[in-house]
Structures are given as structure tokens and as C-alpha cells.
């Protein structure tokens, strides 16, 4: 830091506009924090259903050079955490705050983050889509052989359920319920946390989704069908430009099918159409996501 700056903390609430304009003109001026989970907006739905969102912020003669939003106490955990698949400090250009430097002075023992930007960190799974078709004729063998397998797939299920069907941006009551339903039940069978038994967590998930697609900070649905057979959905966190998927389920009986890459196939379809420029698969590249990384971010 080389400028004489203050520190100093806020609840969310306590945000004025003018505040939250300069966080948007920060967050527009740095690619690395085009993810959704780093406009204030979200935050802002945090704040609402969880509670307790403060924010850190470096000041100079009025202006921000830095802010970090965060919850919790002594212990302390990035927004929206574990929900917020990305976490990150908001900084001016030509600044080298660090998580340390924005929580100075607030009794906060330990700051437990997930996926902190971080250029020298390990990559994302992004894909960057203005034509469908370029980008496939542009990935390699191993990714023509894998949509080769996932297109024998589809007509395996298409002779024994129906055509299949892609419904971008649904407004499907009905489908969405599933999609929780199934996510819980995977939760449950996997051992793993289940996030979406916090009612502040799925709170937030539904306030975003009944947003609706003219919002241009919003969770979109889209749905895989067999015929009538709803097979698979996602729920992904999009400020109109890049979706990030995040709750991502299917049939479990429809397993076989592979539900969730012919779904993720058909958005990469429809990308161009509904105004996504970017895919967001979360953090790593291994599994299937090794056939989509093609424009990774990077984060620690």
C-alpha cells in the first residue's frame, strides 16, 4: 500500500449509494471479478436472508481502494459462504491489498475461504460462447469423443422416453422443487453438508430465481427433458453475461443417460440466444469438467 488509507467496517445495510456505485465501478474495471458472486447486488440478497454481511473497506480521501464483504465473528467466512462458489477482495488497479490488510483491526481470528481469486492459483472451468458450433469445432479429440458417447446417449433415451427438450430460463414451479428435492437427496446420500437446509440459503436461492430473466442480477433455471420427463435442471447465480451453474440435479433414475452433461450440451446451444458470453462451472478442471475448460479464471 502506498497511499495513506483507513480502514474501516460497515454492515451492509449501512452502504450508501454512492459506496455501492464505486464497488460496481471496481468490480466493472477488473475481468478477474466478472463472476455474479462479486456484484454487491448479491450481497445485498445476503444481507436480506442471511444477515450480518459487513464490509471492509481500505478508504483514500473518500475513495475505495479496497472492500471485502464477510460474515461472522472471531471466525470469520467470506458472503455468502458456502453458497458463494467464489469469494474475492474488490480492489482499485495498481493495489496489492490482501485479506489481512481489509480485516485489520476487527478481532477476527480466522477468515475460512473456499475460492479466493488469486492469479497465480489454480484454474476455473469457464467457456467463453459466441457460436456453438466454433466453439466445438475449437476443442480437441478428447472432447469429440465425449460428446460422441453423450449423443448415443441421447437417442438411447429419446427411443425409450421421448424427444428431448431443452427449456432455457423456466419458470416451472414444479421443476424447481424437483431440482431441490433431488439436490437434498444427493446431499444426504453423499454424506456431504446439506446447504440447503438453512433457511436463509434457500431463501436467497428462491428470491434470486422469482426475480425473473429481465432482472440483471437473478438465478436462471433450465431443464432437460425426455418427452414429458423432467430429467434434469440447473440453477445458476447470472448477472445476464456469465452464468455460473450451481445447483446443478437430475433423476437419479435417468443416471445412466448421463442428465446432467446433455443438459449442460443444450445450454451450450442456447447460450448465444439467452445472452450468456460465459459458462461458469466453479472451481477445478477435473472429471468431465476437463472437456469444457477453455478460458479459466484462477483462484486459490
Known sequence: MTLATTIETVAFDALSDDRIAQWSALRDQNPALESPYCHPDYHKLVHEHQGDVKVSMATHEGEILALLPWQGGGFARPSGAPLSDYQAITKA?????????????????????TAMSD?????????????????????????????KSTRRRVRKAEEEFGPRRVVTCSRDIDAYQALMRWKREKFQETGKYDVLKNKGNSGLLRALWERGPEAELRADLHALYFGDKLAACDLGLTDGHVFHSWIVGYDPELLSYA??????????????????????????????????????????
Open 119 to 147: 492469479p497465480d492459483g489454480e484454474p476455473t472451468t469457464r467457456l467463453e460462447i459466441s457460436d456453438a458450433k466454433q466453439w466445438r469445432s475449437e476443442r480437441d479429440g478428447s472432447y469429440r469423443r465425449h460428446l
Open 93 to 113: 488497479p495498481n493495489t496489492s491489498f490482501e485479506t489481512e490488510d481489509v480485516l485489520k483491526g476487527q478481532s477476527v481470528g480466522a477468515f475460512h475461504y
Open 259 to 300: 442428465p446432467g452433461i446433455q443438459l449442460l450440451e443444450g445450454l451450450i446451444d442456447a447460450a448465444p440466444s439467452i445472452g450468456y458470453g460465459v459458462i461458469d462451472l466453479g472451481p477445478g478442471t477435473d472429471g468431465y469438467k476437463r472437456h469444457y475448460a477453455t478460458h479459466p479464471r484462477y483462484v486459490s
